[in-house]
T-cell receptor
């Protein structure tokens, strides 16, 4: 199946710093990528939908100025957590959609665990 | 709007027991249905999918049949192993007023004891 990578897999940073997470589709082109946040023992929370070449669409309650998303190419989307604080500590997962129709499938990256001290 | 409901668990079984995780959905149009699995500390992996009514998705001994009449996509495995311990998410992909919409259930945590 299609492969999606994420980098880094784990990051620890100081409060106030910014952290960039990369999401790449390795063997297919993805016009749409998604960013999710997952709290311990909870389901996925969709943060934003990232479309190549256009601005991301954020879900209600997600601060767009805090979580900057860039989808510069058909295989790369980045999420930057700006001025991170301890409450931003979480597991961030990206996914990429393969296909455009009703049979499309999302393939997920392995996730990035962010810890803000 | 589109939605997915699944048993939240946790589900605890002994090795070699039969597994069923129920999943029902509400959607406009004709959705595609998916099961994803998340092992501890990892991201989600596609387990199986079905794109039309009466299709059966299968992988690694897991099966699920797309039942349009009952709007269900229950996950089953005849004999679970300790290595199947994970969280299982049911999901659907269907068009909505804003385009294609991917919706996840809350996840079901499965623990298999030796």
């Amino acid at each position: 199946g299609a492969v999606v990578s994420q980098h880094p897999s784990r990051v620890i940073c100081k409060s106030g710093t910014s952290v960039k997470i990369e999401c790449r589709s390795l063997d297919f082109q993805a016009t749409t990528m998604f960013w999710y946040r997952q709290f311990p023992k909870k389901s996925l929370m969709l943060m934003a939908t990232s479309n190549e070449g256009s601005k991301a669409t954020y879900e209600q309650g997600v601060e767009k100025d805090k979580f900057l998303i860039n989808h510069a190419s058909l295989t790369l989307s980045t999420l930057t957590v700006t001025s991170a604080h301890p409450e931003d500590s979480s597991f961030y997962i990206c996914s990429a959609r393969e296909g455009e129709g009703v049979t499309d499938t999302q393939y997920f990256g392995p996730g990035t665990r962010l810890t803000v001290l | 709007g589109n939605s997915v409901t699944q048993m939240e668990g946790p589900v605890t079984l002994s090795e070699e027991a039969f597994l069923t995780i129920n999943c029902t959905y509400t959607a406009t149009g004709y959705p595609s249905l998916f099961w994803y699995v998340q092992y501890p500390g990892e991201g989600l992996q596609l387990l199986l999918k079905a794109t039309k009514a009466d299709d059966k998705g299968s992988n690694k001994g897991f099966e699920a049949t797309y039942r349009k009449e009952t709007t269900s996509f229950h996950l089953e495995k005849g004999s679970v192993q300790v290595s199947d311990s994970a969280v299982y998410f049911c999901a659907l992909s269907a068009p909505d007023n804003y385009g294609q919409n991917f919706v996840f259930g809350p996840g079901t945590r499965l623990s298999v004891l030796p």
